[in-house]
């Protein structure tokens, strides 16, 4: 009975000590994909993308569960014009966190430039746009969308929504004058030009708004 009591204490111990050396080496997995994470995001900034690549690979190897990651993984392969890879990995990161607006935003415009589908672009754009209210991407984008579907209300509202959200969105506001004049509304129009040339003095399309008005 007492070496029964004896080696339960024993099997005790060596689980507890199995489960210590699991977190211990799962808490390290963590932290180097975390160092990865930061290193190889870094080197994206810079432009080093076979250096961001293999980092960020190793990250997700060591944590599969790194979402933003995943993410970064994809906009390196969408800039290595590896477009099957970048959707992979950029529905991953969704799969992962469907509540990130980012990770939407990224895969409509994957939808949109590259796959040529508007219709699923349109949906990652609205659902952005529904995660977060000040997304001024997702209201250009929508605003665009919008525009190709030829409703115009809609279009002018959510270009004027991008624009609140981002005084400086100069391609906004020529989007917007251009539909503003198309409607007709000529004090408009020429607000819109007259607030990208605030923006920026040398834009040649102001230039040449004024030049023939």
């Given at each position: ?36 994470y930061a290193k190889s995001?870094h080197e994206l900034e ?47 990161a969704i799969a992962l ?117």
């Open positions: 009975m007492k070496n029964n009591t004896v080696v339960k204490k024993y099997v005790a111990l060596g689980i507890a000590i199995t489960i210590i050396m699991v977190a211990a080496y799962t808490s390290y997995r963590y932290v180097t994909a975390a160092n990865l995001t810079e432009g080093h993308l076979s250096d961001a690549e293999e980092g960020l690979a190793k990250a997700i190897r060591l944590n599969p569960w790194h979402a933003d990651a995943h993410y970064e993984l994809a906009t390196v392969f969408k800039k290595l014009n590896k477009k099957k890879d970048a959707f992979e990995y950029m529905s991953r966190n469907p509540n990130n607006p980012d990770y939407h935003l990224g895969i409509g415009f994957l939808y949109f430039n590259d796959i040529g589908d508007k219709v699923k672009a349109k949906k990652h754009f609205e659902q952005a746009f529904i995660l977060d209210k000040t997304n001024y991407s997702a209201c250009y984008m929508l605003a665009v969308v919008s525009e190709g579907e030829r409703d115009l209300g809609k279009a002018i509202y959510f270009y004027e929504k991008a624009i609140n959200l981002d005084p400086d969105l100069t391609m906004a506001y020529k989007q917007l004058a251009a539909l503003y004049n198309a409607k007709g509304m000529e004090e408009q129009t020429k607000a819109c030009w007259n607030n990208v040339i605030k923006i920026d003095p040398a834009d040649t399309d102001a230039l040449a708004y004024f030049d023939n008005d």
